[in-house]
């Protein structure tokens, strides 16, 4: 049906399967070197169903990353003492035994003297076991980053508690109405860009389903949508809770779904908590019987899911009922005045939506009857990338529990971050009919502590994601934050921390000029590796090993990295890295006794790498491929992955006979009991914590952002492109050449009736400025933003000069944001990622680069 790769290279040579690693994601690839040994050409692997033959621009470019001139080649220590963005490191290159022997040496200084003083940003995604270096390193769970948190703070643990998954996504396969509401999934981002691009064009050319995007940009997915439905920022929870008022209040809902595999019957008593006996049984309320029954008495003949009971002597509800009770006031009347989306949609979208969704309705899948729900929402960081992080996840989660579509075919399916074996799955049973939640995805929970353990305060959020950004805080005020550390050594590894932090720059500089010993492993130098003493310089994805699976939506299995050329310069495997530093310091047996526990070898005792020895980036590899299917390294040699569609009985209701979670009682619980710690250790900042945030069922709060100062009265919003990754492969030409000629990518987005208003023309340098911060650059006139929105693409958020390819620009994004307590979601460690603004004009029409370049090199960056 679809084309395979085709095998046109002019030259003779050979295809060699590997894996993609351009962005976070795995797809499967095909890459031809010549007769003489140079790589020519990267194509799709038509055998990975994941992503079919198709690969995205960033794929086909990546042989231009193997051979940048640029890359480091070897490794180097900076000669200039002062560290700053515009001070020179003067690196001279060095011999590896000189490089990890001074890196060896720093970091045992720092483990002798206080483990906790070590800032690790490590953010490979393709390699999460790296993630977990640290925890040899003194069990130390510091983050220098918000990678995992900007983009999923609130979303990675709500997919935990609701799918026991990492992500989640719409079911391409047989979905007929989706919502996407700020995410580029299927277009431009997310999961899996170059397979879900194919997935999502043929379930709207064979199947013909419709797709309403909600959000504030005519992006990808908006300009190819059936309606494009413009949203204030941040008003996105607000939309969905609309969306469900109509659903509830028309009785639009799978009534039998909610009794039947959900909590949502459970009685809430006034405190919060589930009403339960002695013996700690959860009461229902049977209403044909009229009287409280347990959740597993065999007698009940219906539930309710409305009203209000006394039962042991309290008042309570079914979760239902409490749900309705807290958007009692979110008709589309109200939600209109907070979105801007006008009260009919919402109503519209509702019923289309239900309708649908065919509520009743099931379908034979390998035999097995399943109900049949083939409407579901979508959404990612754009609409969930808000300060109540856990209650917007929350909502969207409910519109697609409403209509009965959890994990069911058609709807709303959970997606793993990695399976470690074929017949593993990813539920546990829990407490009183319930599946067992599973909020940690990334790592596990870093214990309470006061004085804190962490420098960005990871040890008060038992439910969330390391909200990085807090370090801005803790780091200048210790008394207030009662820490007794202050940390001093750094290590970065795939990252790229001042880039990705959010709000003030100034600070972030600080903390780097504070520390005594900065090493980095990279590829390429960028904006945070400049600060750095030693930098290590590691193998392209095309020259080294690696075995990954990393959330295929719609398939399982894992993806071989094998080398296609021999290394071109004096890099090592991060493996061989991680390595040589551990042994420095004496924590390589704890490093292998992590790995076990990250990659789950302990579940395979014969893969377990054991004490004293170093372990190379194969042995990693073949032992991962073993974990899933005890296939040898040959075997995958040969094949280049192990994937295939998921299972059904994994895919669809893997958690059937248990219920799922509408009403997270978890949340409270945690809140309680990290009431009770703070409260014990007498900890200062109790009062300031936003406590509001920890909710078991959402509410129609309006988050801070909407609240700065009136002067700031335009937003602002960043996105992601097809073929950008971050901004980080700008590096590429191939890329670059694209971007750089696209006004998008290039200017400032602002929606005409606001520039004219504001006496701004296409072409005009303008500035806009937050409470927080001040970036500068071009208006680009367009129609495609909502009215009090402008838009920022993350091709204009370099500040770096380090790369003949990569244009610095006027200023970062991130700059706008805030980093405090009050901007950030205290349940799951989500910051906001919307800011408020005011937009002005600076000069008219400039049309000229060099005027351009003069004006906006002031707002590049901070300055002393
Ligand atoms: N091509 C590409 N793919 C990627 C990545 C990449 O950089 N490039 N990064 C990977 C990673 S780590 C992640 S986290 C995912 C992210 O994947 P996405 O969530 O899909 O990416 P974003 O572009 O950050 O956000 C999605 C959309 O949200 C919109 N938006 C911004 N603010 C708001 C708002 O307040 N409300 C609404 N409704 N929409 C808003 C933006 O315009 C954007 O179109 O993609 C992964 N895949
Ligand atoms: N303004 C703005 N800020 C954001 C976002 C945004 O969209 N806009 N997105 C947020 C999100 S969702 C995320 S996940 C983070 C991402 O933030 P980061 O993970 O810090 O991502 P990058 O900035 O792309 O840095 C990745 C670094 O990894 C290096 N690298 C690439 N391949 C390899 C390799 O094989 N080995 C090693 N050692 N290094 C390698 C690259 O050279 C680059 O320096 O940013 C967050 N911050
Ligand atoms: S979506 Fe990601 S993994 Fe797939 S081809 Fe594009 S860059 Fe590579
Ligand atoms: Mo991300």
């Known amino acids: 049906m679809y084309a395979s790769a085709v095998q046109n290279s002019v030259k003779s040579g050979k295809w060699i399967n590997s894996t993609c690693k351009m962005c976070l994601h795995s797809c499967s690839v095909r890459v031809h070197v010549t007769d003489e040994g140079v790589v020519n050409k990267v194509e799709g692997n038509p055998t990975n169903p994941s992503n079919e033959s198709g690969i995205c621009p960033k794929g086909n470019s990546s042989l231009l990353r193997l051979y940048d001139p640029q890359r480091i080649k070897t490794p180097m220590k900076r000669t200039n003492p002062r560290k700053g963005p515009d001070d020179d490191p003067g690196w001279v290159p060095i011999s590896w035994e000189e490089a990890l022997d001074t890196v060896g040496r720093e970091l045992k200084k720092t483990f002798e003297d206080d483990p906790r003083k070590l800032l690790p940003a490590i ?32 979303y990675h643990p709500m997919n935990g508690f609701i799918h026991s998954t990492f992500a989640a996504g719409n079911d391409t396969s047989y979905c007929n109405y989706w919502i996407n509401n700020g995410g580029g999934d299927g277009f431009s981002s997310h999961l899996h860009m170059a397979g879900a691009a194919r997935h999502m064009a043929r379930a709207r050319v064979d199947r013909g389903m419709h797709l309403v995007t909600v959000e504030p940009r005519l992006s990808i997915s908006a300009a190819k949508s059936d309606e494009w439905v413009p949203i204030r920022p941040a008003t996105d929870r607000h939309f969905a809770l609309g969306l469900c008022h109509v659903l509830i209040n028309e009785k639009l809902y799978d009534e039998a779904f909610l009794k039947k595999d959900t909590n949502a019957v459970y009685l809430v008593g006034p405190d919060g908590f589930f009403v339960r006996n002695e013996e700690g049984n959860i009461y229902v309320w049977d209403s044909v019987d009229n009287k409280a029954k347990l959740w597993n008495d065999e007698t009940i003949k219906d539930y309710a899911l409305e009203g209000e009971y006394e039962v042991e002597g309290v008042k309570a509800s079914p979760a239902f009922q409490l749900f309705k009770d807290n958007i009692s006031k979110c008709t589309p009347e109200k939600i209109s005045q907070v979105t801007t989306v006008p009260a009919e949609t919402i109503q519209r979208i509702a019923r289309e939506f239900a309708k649908a969704a065919s509520i009743g309705s099931s379908i034979k899948i390998d035999g097995k009857t399943l109900p049949f729900r083939p409407a579901a929402y979508n959404y990612y960081r754009g609409a969930q990338g808000h300060k109540t992080g856990s209650m917007t996840n929350h909502s969207f989660k409910l519109v697609n529990f409403l209509v009965g579509n959890i994990d069911t075919p058609g709807g709303h399916v959970g997606v793993t971050l990695d399976d470690f074996m074929i017949d593993r799955g990813h539920i546990w049973e829990g407490d009183c009919g319930q599946i067992k939640t599973t909020p940690h995805q990334l790592h596990p929970e870093v214990p309470f502590a006061y004085p804190p353990n962490t420098a960005h305060l990871m040890d008060y959020f038992p439910l969330g994601v390391d909200p990085g950004h807090l370090i801005t805080q803790t780091f200048f005020d210790q008394k207030k934050w009662g820490m007794d550390f202050k940390p001093d050594t750094m290590l970065i590894c795939h990252s790229n921390p001042l880039w990705n932090l959010n709000g003030p720059q100034e600070k972030y500089f600080d903390i780097m000029r504070n520390m005594r010993f900065i ?22 994805n095309l020259e080294r090993w690696n075995m990954v699976m990393i959330e295929p939506p719609l398939t399982e299995g894992q993806c071989l990295t094998q080398p296609a050329i021999e290394p071109l310069w004096d890099c090592k495997s991060e493996e061989e890295i991680f390595n040589e530093i551990s042994e420095r310091i004496g924590i390589l047996d704890q490093w292998n006794e992590i790995q076990n526990y990250a990659n789950m070898f302990f579940e395979k005792p014969e893969l377990m790498l054991k004490p004293g020895k170093k372990y190379s980036d194969k042995e990693i590899a073949e032992r991962k491929g073993k974990m899933w299917n005890d296939k040898d390294l040959d075997w995958y040699i040969e094949k280049g992955h192990s994937s295939t569609m998921r299972r059904p009985d994994k895919f669809y209701r893997p958690w059937e006979g248990q219920r799922i979670h509408f009403y997270i009682e978890d949340i409270l619980t945690r809140k309680k009991e990290l009431q009770e710690n703070m409260k014990k250790a007498n900890v200062p900042f109790y009062d300031i914590w936003e406590w509001d945030d920890y909710q078991a069922i959402p509410n129609a709060v309006l988050d801070p952002v909407h609240k700065e100062p009136e002067e700031y009265d335009m937003y602002a919003i960043t996105f992601k492109d097809v073929q950008v990754n971050f901004g980080e492969n700008l590096s590429i030409p191939w890329i670059s050449d694209i971007v750089y000629k696209d006004p998008v990518h290039m200017g400032i987005l602002i929606n005409t009736l606001a520039a004219k208003k504001r006496g701004i023309s296409d072409g005009d340098l303008i500035k806009v400025t937050s409470n927080y911060g001040t970036i500068m650059g071009l208006a680009r006139v367009t129609e495609g933003m909502h009215v009090e929105t402008v838009g920022v693409s993350n091709a204009l958020s370099r500040w770096t000069g380090y790369h003949a390819v990569v244009k610095p620009a006027g200023g970062h994004y991130n700059r706008l944001l805030p980093a405090d307590l009050k901007n950030t979601c205290a349940n799951s460690g989500q910051m906001e990622t919307a800011a408020k603004v005011k937009v002005e004009l600076f000069r008219k029409n400039p049309n000229d680069d060099k005027i351009v370049e003069s004006e906006i090199k002031n707002y590049r960056y901070a300055r002393k």
């Open 123 to 154: 953010n490979d995604f393709q390699k999460i076991y790296l993630w977990a270096w640290p925890a040899a390193f003194g069990g130390n769970a510091n983050y220098f980053s918000v990678v995992g948190t900007q983009c999923g703070g609130g």
């Open 519 to 540: 090493v980095a492993i990279d590829i390429l130098l960028n904006e945070s590796t400049q600060w750095a003493d030693i930098v290590l310089p590691t193998l392209d």
